[in-house]
């Protein structure tokens, strides 16, 4: 029986920020690292790709409401009027969040996937849990940035 024992990596350079469309915010791979916890098991290139195709899997998703802000004269998200029963900086937390969160849980999936055995197929099904979670996490922070519930409920 083979199983899977990674020693970890190191990187000498510091990663620089990811920059993003001009509206949202540039994404920090070592803030995503720090704030998810992730050690350097997963590589820097790996951390990269999967928050580069969370943040076009966001945006995509945000792209209309980003439209309609930018056209009623809110060309960043740092221009947009807070509600007045919000945090500051709401907008920017939320958005990280659905990003980090969507980036996570794509990490998750990818490395359920490293061992074919018996072990390797439990851990994919107990990795898969936290993964729909944080998918959920990033359905949310849209849902909030959007101002839509939470859940969408129709009758049958």
Do not use: C
């Not at 951390?47 to 802000?69: G, S, Y």
């Not at 439990?122 to 849990?129: A, H």
């Amino acid at each position: 029986m083979s199983s899977f024992i990674s020693a970890g990596t190191t990187s000498e350079t510091e990663a620089t920020a990811i920059e993003n469309n001009g509206f949202w915010p540039a994404i920090q791979p070592s803030d995503f690292r720090e704030t998810h916890r992730l050690d350097t098991t997963i590589t820097h290139a790996r951390i990269e790709t999967a928050l580069k195709a969370a943040m076009a899997t966001v945006n995509r998703v945000l792209r209309h409401w980003q439209q309609a802000k930018v056209k009623a004269g809110y060309p960043t998200m740092e221009a947009l009027p807070i509600p007045v029963w919000q945090t500051p900086e709401v907008f920017n937390v939320l958005y990280l969040r659905a990003v980090y969160s969507t980036a996570h849980a794509s990490l998750l999936e990818r490395y359920a996937d490293y061992d074919a055995t018996n072990s390797g197929q439990e851990r994919g099904e107990r990795l898969q849990d936290p993964a729909d979670g944080y998918r959920r996490d990033a359905a949310w922070a849209i849902s909030e940035i959007e101002g839509r519930p939470h859940s969408t409920v129709e009758l049958i």
